[in-house]
């Protein structure tokens, strides 16, 4: 377990030790899992060692859960669905909650928390194109073709099973167009 990188000496450590056959996890702050190849790569590691040594990254946020003593049903208008990047056609009858705040929860209408994540799992493919430098909304695109959950997907399928609001997952994930 190699804590938070954020110097070359630290990467080349920790990928020194998975090159010689330790399992290393560890911690890098980045936006999303694309975020992550570009930190490191800026780190001045060599490309080949980097992409060898990796099995795949997770990146993981947190959200507020639905306080369930005082959680209610709620309906957006087309106009909030369309600001959250949803189609209402797919979305209109999809019933979302809020909480309403009660004792239970502080009158905050959340108690407790979940983590949304996604994950990249590196595929030959995907290797291929970080050693050829492809950029990011390639890898992406490929990573999706691959069947790839990413944090946003992730997050709605949270907010849609009513585990957490729509407000919620737009103040942590970005919304795509
Ligand atoms: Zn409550």
Redesign the pocket.
């Known amino acids: 377990m190699v804590g938070e990188i954020r110097d070359q000496e630290t990467a080349q450590i920790a990928i020194n030790a998975a090159l010689t056959g330790h399992l290393v996890f560890t911690t890098v702050h980045a936006n999303n899992v694309l975020d992550v190849l570009g930190r490191f790569l800026n780190m001045g590691v060599e490309p080949y060692n980097f992409v060898s040594a990796l099995n795949c990254i997770l990146a993981q946020r947190l959200v507020r859960v639905v ?1 369930s ?2 959680k209610k049903p709620v309906q957006y208008p087309d106009e909030y669905l369309i600001e959250s990047g949803l189609n209402p056609e797919q979305w209109r009858d999809v019933t979302f909650y809020e ?4 004792f ?2 502080g009158g905050t ?1 959340f ?1 407790g928390r979940t983590a949304i994540h996604e994950l990249l799992d590196l595929s030959e493919r995907i290797r291929e194109m970080i050693l050829n430098k492809r950029p990011g909304s390639e890898i992406r695109r490929q990573a999706r073709d691959e069947d790839m959950t990413f944090l946003r997907e992730s997050a709605l399928a949270k907010a849609r099973s009513g585990v957490t609001t729509l407000k919620e997952i737009n103040k942590v994930t970005f919304i795509e167009g």
Request: aromatic share 10%.
């Open positions: 306080c003593y005082c909480g309403a705040g009660c239970e929860c209408g108690r």
